[in-house]
């Protein structure tokens, strides 16, 4: 069964910088599509960040593009998922969840298309 956990959120100032980990275990396709979303208080969950290893494809919301870098690696325990995020502002403050994608549909950046989510970490980012 798949399971995702992120960890690495906390609280920074407004310009710092966070790098998000999220854990993957129970599939062994490294190019499975994964992403990040994110739920600020009072606020629906959006897209973050989303990509496409098996294709080289990332994609990015607008809010995050030039701040944020998601990558993804493969080890012998499983795959991890990481989220640079740069020059925090306090609009980013918010709880950042794992996810994957049913098939190759993280172009769409869509929660319609999320399969599996990790518990979600926390980032608090002050002015």
């Known amino acids: 069964q798949v399971q995702l956990m992120e960890s690495g959120g906390g609280s920074v100032q407004a310009g710092g910088s966070l790098r998000l980990s999220c854990a993957a275990s129970g599939f062994t396709d490294s190019g499975k599509c994964m992403g990040w979303f994110r739920q600020g208080p009072g606020k629906e969950r959006e897209a973050v960040a989303a990509?496409?290893?098996?294709?080289?494809?990332?994609?990015?919301a607008d809010s995050v593009k030039g701040r944020f870098i998601v990558s993804q690696s493969q080890d012998n325990s499983g795959n991890t998922l990481e989220l640079q995020m740069n020059n925090l502002e306090p609009e980013d403050t918010a709880i950042y969840y794992c996810?994957?994608?049913?098939?190759?549909?993280?172009?769409?950046?869509?929660?319609?298309?999320?399969?599996?989510w990790g518990q979600g970490t926390q980032v608090t980012v002050s002015s």
């Open positions: 996810a994957t994608f049913m098939g190759s549909s993280c172009s769409t950046l869509s929660l319609a298309y999320v399969s599996r």
């Open positions: 990509i496409y290893a098996a294709a080289g494809r990332r994609y990015y």
